[in-house]
């Protein structure tokens, strides 16, 4: 697979990375911790070499990664995060030192590593000053335990505030044919600062790919059962992405969710997208969007197609928006 570099930082990593949270978190019940080694083994035999946990998705999330590439430990690059009280989003947000090294101290065990690659911090913290966060992973830089810094949903003005004291080489936040703030707000500052970034939900929750529609159920323990862009109407209402999606992917015999990835891919050298799955076929599916290449054309037709389609509902309820810092 081919690799890029985040940024200006010198790591280097697969096109296409796994997002690891849905092995266990946050859309059911995920597998079981055999299968969910074999999936994480599969996508590195792949060719990824980039996989993204974190201590909110739960300490067996975070031991199924580290014992499922403990055998190939220095061929990848593994990043987690920390900054929730508790380990728990619900719980609100708690990036204090003592607890950063609480985090990062159990995420070495749980990983069977003496490093993490590269420690986000989940979500900014208003009560602890990016500063204060941004030396504390630095000194954890500096005693080994950690090698990258990185961020998740920060806007540009604290980016800046941190890359200040510790430079990052990541930002990760939410991007897609579905939500493109980022394109403005961010993707300015991070081309200034040489800052790699790494889109989570790149199929936007499994709606990129086209089986999700508006008589889709999901369970009461799916994220998805609170998301206001996947009430039923809002499905409904966007569909349009979905028939010109298809309608591009039939013309290239290719599938929607590779068209949304390498439309990912095409927009910087620097990005990095990390679609997650528990199916094989899926995960098949995905990376071989890293070889399907777009032209110009196809790119300006997607272009004018998303001017046409506005998108209906919010990303989050109301609770986790309030987690974002802008």
């Excluded at 003496?114 to 208003?126: E, F, G, N, S």
């Excluded at 998740?152 to 930002?171: F, V, Y």
Aim: proline fraction near 6%; charge should be neutral; hydrophobic fraction near 40%.
């Amino acid at each position: 697979m081919e690799q890029r570099q985040l940024g200006r930082s010198g790591l280097t990593v697969s096109a296409i990375g796994f997002g690891c949270m849905g092995l266990s978190y946050g859309y059911g019940p995920g597998l079981d911790r055999q299968d969910g080694i074999r999936m994480i083994r599969a996508a590195f035999e792949r060719g990824v070499t980039l996989f993204d946990t974190a201590e909110a998705y739960g300490a067996r999330n975070e031991e199924m990664v580290g014992e499922a590439l403990a055998p190939m430990r220095d061929q990848v690059v593994i990043a987690t995060k920390f900054g929730f009280r508790h380990g728990n989003p619900d719980a609100g947000l708690d990036s204090s030192p003592a607890r950063i090294r609480l985090v990062v101290d159990k995420a070495l065990r749980h990983l069977r590593t003496d490093h993490i690659d590269l420690l986000y911090q989940h979500r900014v913290d208003p009560h602890v000053p990016v500063e204060e966060v941004a030396a504390t992973v630095k000194a954890l830089i500096t005693e080994g335990k950690v090698r990258h810094f990185g961020m998740s949903e920060a806007g540009a003005d604290t980016i800046r505030r941190a890359h200040a004291i510790q430079p990052l080489t990541a930002l990760q936040s939410e991007y897609s044919l579905w939500w493109r703030e980022p394109e403005q707000q961010l993707f300015p500052t991070l081309q200034e600062l040489g800052i790699g970034f790494i889109p989570f939900s790149p199929l936007s929750k499994g709606f990129l790919t086209g089986a999700i529609d508006a008589n889709s159920q999901f369970a009461a323990d799916d994220f998805r059962h609170v998301v206001p862009r996947f009430a039923s109407d809002m499905r409904q209402a966007n569909q349009q992405l979905i028939t010109a999606l298809r309608q591009l992917a039939t013309a290239k015999g290719v599938t929607p969710a590779q068209i949304a990835l390498a439309w990912l891919l095409a927009q910087r050298p620097w990005i990095v997208p990390i679609p997650g799955t528990t199916k094989l076929h899926r995960l098949e599916e995905n990376l071989a969007a890293a070889s399907v290449g777009l032209a110009e054309s196809e790119l300006q037709q997607i272009e004018q197609q998303l001017l046409t389609l506005p998108i209906a509902g919010d990303r989050y309820p109301p609770a986790r928006a309030a987690l974002i810092n802008r």
